[in-house]
């Protein structure tokens, strides 16, 4: 059984920073793409970072220069650092993780971390 756990959401104010980390554990072989997704209510959910097992970065337009994404191989983990947080980014944040798991041999599959709330409020 595989488990992307999240931690690091709560509530800040505008201009404020978070950061977010997720952490997969399980029979895991080898991790391709980690990254965060966010969902705000009544809107689809959408990419926000992602990072390749090497080391390189995609963006939304919509977080350059205020987001960074990063990962920690060794701990199965990836991490995202929110600064200058603006009211429109409140949403649910998802951890993705695209891995190769131990089911009945070496399988690729997609999992979801259980999301966690970043509200950015005065």
């Known amino acids: 059984q595989v488990q992307l756990v999240e931690s690091g959401g709560g509530l800040v104010q505008p201009g404020g920073s978070l950061r977010l980390s997720c952490a997969a554990s399980?029979?895991?072989?080898?991790?391709?793409?980690m990254g965060w997704y966010h969902q705000a209510p009544g809107k689809q959910r959408e990419l926000v970072a992602a990072?390749?097992?090497?080391?390189?970065?995609n963006y939304a337009d919509f977080v350059k220069g205020r987001f960074t994404i990063s990962r920690d191989n060794a701990k199965n983990s990836v991490y995202l650092q929110m600064n200058s947080l603006k009211p429109e980014d409140t949403a649910v944040y998802y951890c993705?993780?695209?891995?190769?798991?131990?089911?009945?041999?070496?399988?690729?599959?997609?999992?979801w971390g259980q999301g966690t709330q970043v509200t950015v409020s005065s």
């Open positions: 993705n993780a695209d891995l190769v798991v131990d089911f009945a041999g070496p399988t690729r599959r997609g999992y």
């Open positions: 399980g029979s895991i072989f080898r991790i391709i793409t």
């Open positions: 990072i390749t097992s090497g080391g390189s970065t």
